[in-house]
């Protein structure tokens, strides 16, 4: 049981490039979110899908586009990256509902220069 | 105003004495509250809920709830080195979305 698992963990784009982050989560979870974490800033809500089919924005999601590609898994796009999107982003997932723990991934660490 | 604040610290103890971590936030609808740690280049792990009024203890950590004041602090009895952590408070208002304070850094000093 691997819970919640993140691709790549490490990654260095140039300005301009293009790049998806992978989730897959094996907890039967219906909701899943992707997080970005900056120093001082606390963990914001890019995006989030309370069940398969469902998408919505959370608190920071320019720049950003995702995909629930099924209950497993929810992926995250960023069309063309920028210096600002440097940040460890974080995947989670929770059975749904607002009393329900959220599990996290163990981050992928982005560098766009 | 942010909508949950936490003191960044560091907040340091010393070994064996009890470490209080607190939070507030600011929307009075909020139902569920979570603290959870996060060691230096990791990912969060839960702590502890809580969503009534009150303390919940669980093993060294006791988690406190005051809808009234709009708090939330967590106590860690016993401190340890491996406490050195952050902890990161968060506040879910019934929606999908969970708003996280930016963590409080605690140093247990042996």
């Known amino acids: 049981n691997a819970g919640v698992t993140q691709t790549p963990k490490f990654q260095v784009l140039k300005t301009g490039q293009s790049m998806t982050l992978q989730c897959a989560q094996d907890m039967n979870h219906n909701s899943m979110y992707w997080y970005r974490q900056d120093p001082g800033m606390g963990l914001r809500l890019i995006y989030y899908?309370?069940?398969?089919?469902?998408?919505d924005k959370g608190e920071v999601p320019n720049g950003y586009n995702v995909s629930r590609l099924n209950k497993r898994e929810f992926s995250l796009r960023l069309e063309s990256a920028a210096p600002s999107q440097t940040s460890v982003y974080f995947c989670?997932?929770?059975?749904?509902?607002?009393?329900?723990?959220?599990?996290f991934g163990p981050g992928t660490r982005l560098l766009v220069l | 105003q942010k909508e949950v604040e936490q003191n960044s610290g560091p907040l340091s103890v010393p070994e064996g004495a009890i470490a209080s971590l607190n939070c507030t936030y600011s929307d009075r609808g909020s139902q569920s509250f979570f603290w959870y740690r996060q060691y230096s280049g990791k990912s969060p792990e839960l702590i502890m809920f809580i969503y009534s009024n009150g303390d919940k203890e669980d093993g060294r950590f006791t988690a406190q709830l005051n809808k009234a004041s709009q708090y939330v602090s967590l106590l860690i009895r016993d401190s340890q080195p491996s406490d050195s952590a952050t902890y990161l408070c968060?506040?879910?208002?019934?929606?999908?979305?969970?708003?996280f304070g930016t963590g409080t850094r605690l140093k247990v000093l042996a």
């Open positions: 968060a506040v879910s208002s019934g929606t999908y979305k969970y708003i």
């Open positions: 989670a997932s929770s059975g749904g509902g607002y009393q329900e723990t959220q599990y």
């Open positions: 899908s309370a069940s398969e089919g469902t998408t």
